[in-house]
């Protein structure tokens, strides 16, 4: 099995500069989706990492954990989702404002075996298949920054959206397979009733906490790799507080420093 | 002892510049190198937030809560933000005094702040065999919890009565000859004679507070949020209440008192010495801030600087109001 | 009573319907038509806010602290803001029961609102010959302030031991056949007790939290911000440890409890009553957005209609954890 | 004696948005000043009067105190000095933001006698004289609203500050007199060294308290009238919660609700 790569202690506390934060996505009901760029000095981030943000003019006391979505050249990227205060906050940060970050936090997707790899090739698992890349709503981005370092041949990207999709202009559109609840857009359903792990080397995915579990009991079925991104509450960010614990087969792990990605067989689900 | 602290200590002896302020305190015969100490449970062992920020600037690091058996911590809900303030639910979670002693404590003795064992127990037994083991190791001080409020049994219990208090201090001053510092809880009815108490059974200094208990309801789930239903509230929002608790603590005892409770900036630190404290922690505010700490040595530096200020000792008010 | 209560007190009795969910509360014989009133001392006598919100849709509003005698009230700063908190220390600054009922009161009833008489005062006989000049008036509760922490003599004092808490309420009681609630201090080291000490001497209501005693500095002039040294904390910032103090209160006695302390939106209303609290004041939210308490009516609505809640009651978790 | 005015209940609590808040003044050691237009649907403001203002995304509890600079047609100007947080946040606030403002609160200044009145009229006084604006850096604002509904023939301005001057563009150069402590611009000095109530039929003031006790010496020695705008820390800014007293001959006053502009005869200084 796959371990989950964990990266060097490269990573800082500094102040960046937000450059541009625009609006993709707005319904009714639902938080808007924004589009943040920051442009930052620090050390290089890798796809599944994260980072801990916050305003200097916030009304929030913590910093909230959000997944890389690119970083190229001193640009951070961040898709974000509005859902409560902090979010919010972060949506409507202007261009000019000063937003502390402090990152790369966490582990990234494992690395991932090519066709002559060995480490995903599990019993009846056929090296060249394609790696498939699962995302729901807002969890598409960590997938996004690692489909945007892979060869476009090696992955299939399934995208699951309760209405309009968003941020999936960068995917080659033969890669890619769309899902909407009320059908606005693709396949009228949920990731998981368009989707077969069968086919694919491994699994990563990132979204709902029910979307994934779902996920993770097929790919258990099918015996296919699975890697999940998960969310908690998180104070520090950096392993220090214990407060982001996920709970595994081999005792408590901290979502911020042990994960946030977890093969999906070790994870034990919440009642 | 590391280095770091031995150097420290000569420091201390060294005549005042106007160049570099003396920031070192002595608190119960260990010499910090400056007054600001990361607070139990939010610095882990000391190495998780190295990156960020230079850790061996810091006077000292308190350990998260040990306990000598290991423990799960809390299931459920963990941390809840609140105005300006967190509720965290975690438990105590920490692989034991054993573990921590082979694993942990080796890394974090040679990291340069002063080692803080802060230790937990569920009766007073434990709590003396805990410090029984901490006190054969190179550990500078040791911080006697009794005040946590998110575990059943022991933590707390102790801290919320002057008999209990007295009971599990002299227990543990019995088997320990390291420099001993008490933590308080700000739950406690009569928190001055909880003070006094544990200064009579032999504690060389207190600190506190401790966090607030306080609650928090899921308005969509109906339920509370954390599983306990009562968590503990640190943060600055608590900051001016704990400022209070620490004012009169120094009024009620002759030991040095390590204030914390929110302190974010440097003059909220400034404030814990016009109280008459001996030198702060900072828990909550290096979360969204890890410079946080940092930030307070530097700013105090500058505040000595500008005010002529030899010693921050100079600053207390205690006796004056 | 104003015919805007006694048009509140029909609509309990007019079945539910989808349309307009029923918000009116009964507490100690009064009905409200709805749940939220204005805490005493951050509502002046209930005109100042006029013009910036129709003041007529409140449930009900408290008045400043009264006193038998005129107050001037504390000197130096009154006002110190700290993270989602406020300080105050205005040390009951009235102009007398007799000048309220002559020159405040009349106005005060037309506006709508049940009228609720916050009651203080230095000795027993201060606080029953108010309660006396008071029951004599178209008022419609009198809130006995027994947790004021802003006054050296009386106030808060009376609220801190179960005792003094039960001599001055049962003297009150003795004279005045008001609907009387008494407001408790969450300083008070055994509060449960004061609670239950209160009922026993003939409290119809309680209502908490009052401020928490806290203290803040002016490292620039290195003294307290305050003359009186300390001064009471409100706001966003306590809310968790009041919420916590209104579910162990509740726990304890039998009588409706009014809850407040940082409440400023509807869910902070709703965390109350899951509480337990029969009905919420507001105080400091009121400040930085005086629509603050209208909202929390029509977001106090909203919840209702979308969860299919009849009575607010039905939301209380008391007994269940 | 001439009373301040007391103005009607015409007031409202409504979000307002940020069309413009450019910073006019940045000095190393001081904070920043900026001039912040909101647009605002509510009633008309008179000089003098205040708004407690507060952006939706803050970082402070309280609103913030500031006199009324102009208010025209739905736009309301404010002139606005960084002390602390509160002050910083509102220098900071950016074009598109809301924010919301309680107002117009407090008095205006007294209704001013023109030639032929009678009000100023005391011993000595000669009817004729001009009216004397006199402010202390920011507080300028609260006088320069008034100086735009006068007609110019009937006061002098007098303004003074630490250094460089600002905001003092509407006023016509011949009415207005300047001194900057460093002297950078117009007289080296304070302004009471270079001001002579005894040539003004009354004298407004606004500024930092020493200014204004000195001020108020001044005219009570010359027996000229002065009314002073007066800085208090305020809650409420209505009435309510009795925090922002002022000490005078007649018991205590509220700033917010009783001012902020009180006969310079009747207040008690602090020690
Ligand atoms: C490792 C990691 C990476 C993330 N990456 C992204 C990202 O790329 N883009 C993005 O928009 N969001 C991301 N999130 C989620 C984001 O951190 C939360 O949405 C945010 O913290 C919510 O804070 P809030 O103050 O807006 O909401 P709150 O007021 O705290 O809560 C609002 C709602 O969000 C839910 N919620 C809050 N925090 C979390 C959480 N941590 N996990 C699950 N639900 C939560 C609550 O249950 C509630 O329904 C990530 C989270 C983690 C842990
Ligand atoms: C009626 C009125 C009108 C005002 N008009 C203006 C205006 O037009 N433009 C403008 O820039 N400011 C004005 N102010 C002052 C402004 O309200 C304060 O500068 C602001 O409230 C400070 O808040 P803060 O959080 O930035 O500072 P804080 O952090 O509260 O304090 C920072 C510093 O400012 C001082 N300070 C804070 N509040 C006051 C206060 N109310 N009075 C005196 N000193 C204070 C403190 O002593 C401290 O040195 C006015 C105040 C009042 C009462
Ligand atoms: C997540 C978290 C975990 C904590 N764990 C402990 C602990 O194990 N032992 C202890 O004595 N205090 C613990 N505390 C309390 C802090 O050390 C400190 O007393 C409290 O948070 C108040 O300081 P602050 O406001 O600066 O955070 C914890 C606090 C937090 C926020
Ligand atoms: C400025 C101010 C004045 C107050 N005066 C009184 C008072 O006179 N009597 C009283 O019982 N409580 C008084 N209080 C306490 C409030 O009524 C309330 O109990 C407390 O502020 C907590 O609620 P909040 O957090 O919603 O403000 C005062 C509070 C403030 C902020
Ligand atoms: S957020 Fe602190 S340990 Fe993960
Ligand atoms: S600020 Fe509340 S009375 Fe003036």
Same mark, same amino acid.
């Given at each position: 099995m796959a371990e989950t790569a964990h990266c060097s202690h490269d990573r800082a506390f500094l102040p960046g500069t937000i450059i541009a934060n625009p609006v993709i996505y707005e319904a009714k009901g639902e938080g808007a989706v924004s589009v943040l760029k920051v442009s930052w000095d620090g050390p290089e981030s890798k796809p599944g990492q994260f980072f801990m943000l916050r305003l200097v003019r916030s009304g929030v006391l913590l910093g909230r954990p959000i997944s890389v979505l690119d970083h190229q050249k001193g640009i951070l990227s961040f898709l974000v989702a509005e859902r409560g205060a902090g979010s919010r906050e972060l949506v409507q940060g202007r261009p000019g404002e000063t937003i502390e970050l402090a990152g790369p936090l966490g582990n990234t997707w494992p690395s991932m075996p090519d066709s002559t790899g060995a480490s995903a090739s599990g019993p009846g698992s056929a090296v060249t298949k394609p790696l498939a890349l699962v995302g729901g709503g807002i969890g598409i981005a960590p997938l996004l920054f690692l489909s945007k370092i892979?060869?476009?041949?090696?992955f299939r990207f399934f995208a699951g959206f309760r209405s309009r999709p968003y941020g999936l202009e960068s995917l080659p559109s033969q890669n890619l397979t769309v899902a909407t609840e009320d059908g606005s857009? &693709?396949? $009228? &359903? $949920?990731i998981p009733d368009f989707f077969n792990p069968a086919e694919y080397r491994a699994v990563y995915a990132c979204g709902p906490a029910p979307m994934l579990r779902r996920i993770a009991e097929d790919c258990a079925k099918a015996a296919v790799p699975c890697f999940i991104s998960l969310e908690e509450r998180m104070a520090c960010g950096v392993g220090a507080c214990l407060g982001c614990t996920v709970r595994t087969k081999q005792g408590n792990r901290r979502c911020c420093a042990d994960g946030p990605i977890f093969p999906a067989e070790e994870v034990l689900f919440d009642d | 002892m590391t280095e770091a602290h031995q150097s420290a200590r000569d420091q201390t002896t060294s005549t005042q510049t106007s160049q570099a302020p003396d920031l070192s305190v002595r608190i119960a015969g260990l010499v910090l190198k400056n007054p600001v100490i990361a607070a139990s449970g939010t610095f882990g062992y000391g190495r998780e937030y190295e990156g960020l920020?230079?850790?061996?600037?810091?006077?000292g690091i308190c350990t998260k809560g040990l306990t000598l058996y290991p423990r799960e911590g809390n299931r459920g809900r963990r941390l809840h933000e609140t105005p300006s303030g967190l509720m965290n639910s975690i438990g105590l979670e920490n692989p034991g005094i054993p573990a921590f002693i082979e694993k942990e404590l080796p890394a974090m003795l040679g990291l340069g702040p002063a080692v803080i064992a802060n230790l937990s127990g569920s009766t007073v037994e434990e709590y003396q065999e805990g410090a029984r083991l901490l006190g054969a190791t190179g550990i500078d001080m040791i911080e006697l919890n009794i005040s946590c409020p998110n575990v059943k049994a022991g933590g707390m219990a102790f801290g919320l009565c002057p008999a209990d208090a007295s009971s599990v201090v002299r227990a543990v001053r019995k088997v320990s000859s390291k420099p001993l510092m008490v933590k308080l809880s700000p739950n406690a009815p009569d928190l001055a004679g909880v003070a006094q108490a544990c200064v009579d059974a032999g504690a060389d200094a207190l600190s506190l507070v401790n966090t607030f208990k306080a609650l928090a309801f899921d308005i969509r789930r109906r339920r509370p949020v954390f599983d306990h239903v009562t968590a503990g509230l640190s943060g600055p929002a608590i900051k001016p209440i704990a400022l209070r608790m620490v004012w009169d603590v120094c009024a009620a005892v002759q030991v040095p008192v390590v204030g914390m409770g929110g302190i974010a900036i440097a003059e909220d630190a400034l404030e814990f010495f016009m109280a008459g404290a001996a030198a702060i922690q900072v828990g909550t505010a290096t979360f969204p801030r890890p410079s946080a700490m940092i930030e307070i040595i530097e700013g105090l530096e500058r505040f000595m600087k500008t005010e002529g200020i030899g010693q921050l000792s100079e600053l207390s008010l205690q006796g004056k109001y």
């Open positions: 892979m060869d476009s041949a090696d857009a &693709g396949h $009228r &359903g $949920r | 920020i230079d850790v061996s600037r810091l006077g």
